[in-house]
DNA sequence: CGATTTTTTGAATCATATCAACGTACGTGG
DNA sequence: CCACGTACGTTGATATGATTCAAAAAATCG
């Protein structure tokens, strides 16, 4: 059912029944099993994905070989190498579901031909990236700003369900500490 | 003169002279002195400032009084509060010239206007966002996965007018640092 | 020039990483 | 459906990188 991804583009944007369902023709539904990789680290990325239902990740590695947990796309979320998908440039991430999960993809070759059959597409696309963007800038303020434990505790809040569902040395990556720190932190606040 | 802001929207977007000549009435063109304050914590948010000559930077205010350097401005640069901006909220940072600057800006009141007038604004802004969007998510990454040494070695490197226009302190507040250890960052890598 | 801001230096302390070991849970093939 | 192997999580000891606080040196401003 692609009722969610009606609602999240009529959250941004007006759409009506037929114009959604000629975007819907645009873009791609798949199931994807767990541990499935939609994207792999040096391919071009030709995709951004809607997650419909399920839960992905991706995550880059850098030249020590450690891995680093960038973004977890669950239900209503994006997710892609927008870079990579932008600039035809190889891919720094990979993407992978960390459950099965039922997704909607825009593929790159057809986003021009979107931009102009569907121009509201921009400015749904804006409001989009606009939001990212100032998520984005959060995190780089809490990161830069305020301890493991803080930041741990934060994403506590704003994203609880990620902490049910994701193991906790993918949390322990996506919030720049070791599987150890996490686990120390996680005593310390059983404690209090 | 407005040259370099016409060259910015017309690497992004096609846009005719008049066109352009009409976006700029549209627009708010000024001057501001080195120190002074452009936005305010606790205010609305009413602009997005283009810098066409000088430095503009934003910084927040965390619980303990700290200042945290968010965002720096140079030439051909955009600075806001866009969260505020946007959804009309009390700004997060304060945005001040760090030298005397030129500037333009779009005034809030305006933009629901200016996106119907000119709809190209729309894929404008979709794009700079999507590339501020990218740029933040770089940063990010960083943040997370390196030292505080190789993060100064990659601004040095991908910014370096920055490193010679702001003082030290305001580079190490960026970087989420101490002005000490910044200082003894510096002196390692003149041995080198 | 004097006053203020910026940068540097040193010593003690704190947060997190690293390395190594162990316990637990989990799913997968027999 | 059980047993084994792998993945996940915890704990301890030690090492490292960055902070804090205090002070002085250097640069900049009016």
Redesign the pocket.
Known sequence: MSQRLLEHFRSRIKISDEEFSLLLDHMEHKQVKKKEKLLEIGEVCNYTIYVNEGLLYSYSVDDDG?EHVVHFALEDYWISDLYSFLNRTPATVDIIALEDSDVYMFRYDKMNEMFEIFPFINTFYRQLYEKAYIYAQQLLDRALGI???ERYVQILKERPHLIQRV??????SYL????????????KLVKR
Chains 1, 2 share one sequence.
């Open positions: 450690n301890s493991a434990i193991p906790l040395h993918l949390i322990a720049g500490i070791t599987p150890e720190t996490l686990s120390r932190i996680r005593r």
